[in-house]
Nanobody, 126 residues
Framework: QVQLVESGGGLVQAGGSLRLSCVTS????????MGWFRQAPAKEREFVAGISASGGATKYIDSVKGRFAISRDNAKNTVYLQMNSLKPEDTAVYYCASGRRMYGLGLNEENEYAYWGQGTQVTVSS
């Protein structure tokens, strides 16, 4: 079965940094886009960042541009989200997701992702 496991969340002060990791098993990794989504309490899940299968294309929600960076290491079946200059409004459960179709380019479209991790909590204190 396909499994995605996130790690790296935690509690950080505003202005600090965290790096999230997500390891995929059970499917060929390097032919699917990967994405990061987040969900705060009582809010809808929202797209944060996505990366194409090769890593050649990325997409970010406007609010994290210049602060977050998505990357992938296909040799390790791992996607990362480097989060810098964290703000309290970044507080959420962060989920990684694996694309639905091979070499998909709808990086910011939730319905283009087929498999989801369990989530990792990121809390940014003010």
């Amino acid at each position: 079965q396909v499994q995605l496991v996130e790690s790296g969340g935690g509690l950080v002060q505003a202005g600090g940094s965290l790096r999230l990791s997500c390891v995929t098993s059970g499917r060929i990794f390097n032919i699917f886009a990967m994405g990061w989504f987040r969900q705060a309490p009582a809010k809808e899940r929202e797209f944060v960042a996505g990366i194409s299968a090769s890593g050649g294309a990325t997409k970010y929600i406007d609010s994290v541009k210049g602060r977050f960076a998505i990357s992938r290491d296909n040799a390790k079946n791992t996607v990362y989200l480097q989060m810098n200059s964290l703000k309290p409004e970044d507080t959420a459960v962060y989920y990684c997701a694996s694309g639905r179709r091979m070499y998909g380019l709808g990086l910011n479209e939730e319905n283009e992702y087929a498999y989801w991790g369990q989530g990792t909590q990121v809390t940014v204190s003010s």
